[in-house]
Every structure is written in C-alpha cells, then in structure tokens.
C-alpha cells in the first residue's frame, strides 16, 4: 500500500504518541513519532516531513511552538497542527496567525483524520496547480 504522506507525530505522553501513531499508520500514512522536541528537531532536519503534528506542552523548556518554528525554518511551507488539552489566548492568536489549526484534547478520531486529510489534500492541489 502506498504512503499517504509523513506525519511527525510529537507528544511528551508516551500512550498519546502511540495512540496518534496506530490510528494514522492504520489510514495508510507514514509516521515518525518523537517524544521531545530534540527528537522532532532530528526528524525535521531531514526536511521529508508532509505534516507536523505536534503538542503544545512538552519538555520544561521547549513547547510546541519551538517544534513548530524549527520546522517551518526548516521548511517554511511545513503543514502543521498544534494539539493542546488547553491553550491561552496568546496560544491560539500565535496558531491563528500562522494559520495552524488548533485541535483540543480529547480530539475526537474523525475531526483529527478530516483535519489532516483536508490539509494534505489542499497542499497536493496546491502543488498539481503550480506543476502545471
């Protein structure tokens, strides 16, 4: 079966990442998971990420938003999604005005899967059209 993209799953709860990792794998698309941000900054690095989805809170030091930052330096074009189980004012006002979606926990399956497909699919559609 062909890969439906990569997703980078990042979350500093181990049975999260693993829970995110089995439903996408299970839909066909290729996951890396990392569990702090040094391990999603090493996976970015190799710039074949389709899609970063990644937790607010992580490590004491690093959020989500340094992930998120790291890899649009890296590829300014990065699809990203920012999980949070709560998020300030300025949270999602920094998500809005990068136009990241912001899914809340517990996200339910079917609005992850449908944010992540429409998102894909707007970037394949975006690129047949410049390819033309």
């Excluded at 979350?11 to 066909?28: A, H, K, N």
């Excluded at 702090?36 to 030091?61: F, G, H, P, Y």
């Excluded at 300025?90 to 449908?114: G, M, N, S, Y």
Aim: net charge negative.
């Amino acid at each position: 079966m062909e890969s439906r993209g990569h997703i980078l799953v990042v979350d500093d709860e181990p049975s999260v990442l693993v829970t995110y990792q089995l439903i996408l794998e299970q839909q066909g698309y290729r996951v890396s998971a990392a569990l702090t941000s040094a391990e999603a900054r090493k996976i970015l690095s190799n710039k074949d990420v389709d899609l970063l989805l990644c937790d607010l809170s992580l490590e004491k030091q690093k959020s989500g938003f340094d992930v998120i930052a790291f890899g649009r330096a890296v590829d300014e074009k990065l699809i990203c999604v920012l999980l949070t189980g709560y998020a300030t004012t300025d949270a999602t006002d920094w998500a809005d005005e990068r136009k990241i979606p912001v899914l809340f926990k517990p996200i339910e399956i079917k609005q992850l899967l449908a944010t992540i497909e429409g998102l894909l699919k707007e970037k394949q559609e975006i690129r047949q059209g410049s390819s033309r």
